[in-house]
């Protein structure tokens, strides 16, 4: 079992830069298929990035070109690297991960075990 805890939200102006980190305890984060979500107010929880067992990565189509995520084995860290942010990212930022690869699309919710408390990030225009 892994426990995941965010960190690196906050409020930034249109066009800035964030960048979140979660830290996993528990077990190594190497045998974990891992994302990132994001859920606004009134709104479905949505995948933002994932990276897979084989380091892979999947994104969501609104973020394409502006996110990356990686994932550093030496710390345990899952991070998300947010870059040229819009008032559409404001949202809770979750990481959750599921063990061993994925079996379905990686930015779906239901294929995740284990989640964060979240953090969240406010995009002023």
């Known amino acids: 079992q892994v426990q995941l805890v965010e960190s690196g939200g906050g409020s930034v102006q249109a066009g800035g830069s964030l960048r979140l980190s979660c830290v996993a305890s528990?077990?190594?984060?190497?045998?974990?298929?891992m994302g990132w979500f994001r859920q606004a107010p009134g709104k479905a929880r949505e995948g933002v990035a994932a990276?897979?067992?084989?380091?892979?990565?999947s994104y969501a189509d609104s973020v394409k070109g502006r996110f990356t995520i990686s994932r550093d084995k030496s710390k345990n860290t899952l991070y998300l690297h947010m870059n040229s942010l819009k008032p559409e990212d404001t949202a809770m930022y979750y990481c959750?991960?599921?063990?061993?690869?994925?079996?379905?699309?990686?930015?779906?919710?239901?294929?995740?075990?284990?989640w964060g408390q979240g953090t969240q990030v406010t995009v002023s225009s």
């Open positions: 528990g077990d190594t984060v190497s045998s974990y298929c």
């Open positions: 990276i897979d067992v084989d380091g892979s990565t």
């Open positions: 959750a991960a599921v063990e061993g690869p994925a079996e379905i699309e990686p930015t779906i919710p239901t294929l995740y075990d284990y």
